[in-house]
């Protein structure tokens, strides 16, 4: 059995003009552009391709995209003070401040001061409390593309197995929830966790988000298993000198037997950022319908 692949590329951009479109209506109905800020502090080289990107995808979509740029000797001041201002700017609905920050600056403080309603990280703690209890709330977004991933495969996840390997705050932890709210039977695994490839075993659908490259072997999938590849490794390549991305799943092997499986690169990846735009547009329509109310 050859497995499908499944084309995060693709599914990406079907969502990205899906959130045009609703970016239109929302314009057309209401006369509202739903609006994004991203907050970069420093100049780390990958955040600095990250907001670019971000910037420009948002604009696709039809939407206003802002840019506050600090240097990275800035202080958690006037980190906090940008975050208020646009907490109570009306053209802003979704806020991101990008990650990691300078160490100076109280990471958690800084996403806690968000207005959760404009949260489209999903990280503040109202939200990841939302979450836990079910009601409605912006997710995170690399986990939020994992479900949407599996989901393009099997349309409902309910009964399923599902067995996550990894269990941080940003992926790890908010995939599993977001897995539960599917109905799915739900296995954490992490770094402790006592034999790794029998609890694989087990999955209908395994997220792999451990980073550790090609840790996951063939012989660990239950034949006909969807696989969910989060992980992103940069490993030394075949040509000297040269590297490549790699996941967490050894690809080849897992080709072979699983029924349908993410790349890496072009699987998660290009989630990400689609479901950042998905995010803004339902905080819009959200905060506009609390207006109207
Ligand atoms: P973290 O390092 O924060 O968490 C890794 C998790 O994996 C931890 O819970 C850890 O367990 C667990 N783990 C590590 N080694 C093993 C092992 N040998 N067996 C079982 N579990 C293990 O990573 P992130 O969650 O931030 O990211 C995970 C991967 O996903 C990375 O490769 C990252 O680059 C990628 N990523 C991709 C994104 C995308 O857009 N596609 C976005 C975000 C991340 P423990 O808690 O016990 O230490």
Redesign the pocket.
Known sequence: MTAEIIDGKAIAQALRHEVARRVQALQAARGVTPGLAVVLVGEDPASEVYVRNKGAQTREAGMASFEHKLPATATQAEVLAIVARLNTDANVHGILVQLPLPPQIDAAAVLRAIDPDKDVDGFHPINVGRLVIGEPCLTP??PT?CVLLAKTVTPKLAGLEAVV????????KPVAQLLLREDCTVTI?????RD?PAVVRRADLIIA????PL?VRGNWIKPGAIVID????RVAADVAGKTRLV??VAYDEALQVAGAITPVPG???P??IACLLKNTVDAAERIRQSLAN
């Open positions: 977004c690399t593309g390997i990894g269990r941080s705050t940003i992926v790890g695994a992490h770094s402790r966790t790794l988000a451990a980073g550790r840790m989060v992980g992103i490794n996941g967490d699987g998660v990846g989630m990400t």
